[in-house]
């Protein structure tokens, strides 16, 4: 029998068909059959690449792959993903840092049949993606993504120890530092744009929104894109928010985000010890209710940030970002004509609330500094 063979009958017998039985077939006929692997694993190339086609970004089928399948066929994706793409130029800056972000090495099984049962269930999964927006690459000189890269690595730095530190005198110094960052990289960048009358316009990204409590995170990551110019839109199914804005302003909402979040987690594990302390039990009404106090008081801050952050502005900025702000509505209503509001369900523990809007009131968010 030859290897096509074995892999084309392994596939007709498991992959259009959702059966264990027919799982259990296919995968037997592969384990019979070492010399199938080399094939099989071109498939999965394919696969992948048809993803990409689709929509789908590397960071995007990981994320779905572990949020429905387990460990190993993250691993698995993972070297597909790798494998797929080779020496080639990957299509831009995010795309390169999903790549590196993932680990090339095949893993291993336990036996063959373990092996392809978990190949097939994988290729299950990627054939059955849906198709999305795709998140084109806004055009930018190269001159431009150099400079870029290091202002994002020392701003990571910054809050990589804002968020370690025991002191928060110095978290706070760390987190409006990287605030600074952030703020004059975005400003000089439009300012740029406008002066130079460059073509780029609004990029998208997503950002993965992982559960627990992902309402409640989804509202957080909302009130930040909102202060820094951009919109979210949350795929509650797929598990991640599309954000729609300029590069460097896409490029704050993740990191301030990811800290924040982090932050929160922090204080909603040390005020749910305290808790449990004092004898109370009622472990997910708080923290429910705690997340979506501290996204409520925080998106307070932030908007209060963004608008002192104009006060008082003249000149060619503030019509350089309104005209910013008409682009980045426009690109989210063609990408995503029809949107609804979610409203955020089991918030009903005062001392989660209470306890969560003191979180976010201690959370490290300096202010922008006022432009020039």
Not at 13 to 30: E, F, I, M, N
Request: one cysteine or more.
């Amino acid at each position: 029998m030859s290897t096509t063979t074995t892999v084309d009958r392994a596939f007709e017998a498991a992959l259009y068909d959702d059966t264990d039985a027919a799982l259990d077939t296919g995968a037997s006929l592969l384990a019979a059959d070492p010399s199938a692997d080399v094939e099989l694993a071109r498939r999965g190339e394919q696969f992948v690449a048809a993803a990409w086609r689709r929509g789908w970004q590397p960071a995007d089928v990981v994320r779905i792959v572990r949020r429905q399948l387990d460990d190993l066929h993250v691993r698995l994706v993972s070297a597909l993903i790798v494998e797929e793409a080779g020496e080639r130029p990957p299509p831009g800056p995010r795309w390169a840092a999903q790549l590196q972000d993932l680990d090339g090495e095949p893993p291993r099984a336990p036996d063959r049949f373990s092996y392809a049962t978990a190949v097939l269930q994988l290729y299950r999964l990627l054939l059955r993606l849906p198709t999305l927006d795709s998140l084109d690459v806004p055009r930018q000189s190269r001159a431009r993504q150099q400079p870029e890269t290091r202002m994002l690595a020392r701003i990571r730095a910054l809050l990589a120890k804002a968020e370690a530190t025991g002191y928060p005198e110095e978290a706070e110094a760390l987190s409006a530092k990287a605030q600074e960052l952030m703020a004059r990289h975005s400003i000089d960048e439009a300012l740029l744009a406008a002066r130079t009358h460059a073509e780029d316009g609004p990029g998208a990204c997503r950002i993965g929104v992982d559960p627990p409590y992902e309402t409640a995170k989804a509202v957080l990551l909302d009130a930040v894109a909102d202060a820094n110019r951009c919109r979210a839109v949350w795929h509650e199914a797929l598990g991640f928010c599309t954000v729609i804005g300029f590069e460097p302003d896409l490029d704050a909402v993740e990191l301030l985000y990811t800290s924040l979040l982090v932050q929160a987690t922090a204080a909603m594990t040390k005020a749910e010890a305290a808790q449990r302390k004092g004898g109370r039990k009622r472990t997910k009404t708080f923290r429910q209710s705690f997340l979506a106090a501290y996204a409520h008081r925080i998106g307070d801050r932030l908007r209060a940030a963004a608008e002192e952050q104009v006060a008082g502005s003249e000149g060619e900025l503030l019509p350089v970002l309104a005209a910013r702000d008409v682009a980045v509505t426009d690109r989210m209503e063609r990408m995503f004509p029809d949107t609804v509001t979610t409203r955020l369900r089991g918030v009903d523990d005062t001392a989660g609330w209470e306890q969560g809007a003191a979180a976010a009131d201690r959370a490290q968010v300096a202010g922008r500094p006022r432009l020039p």
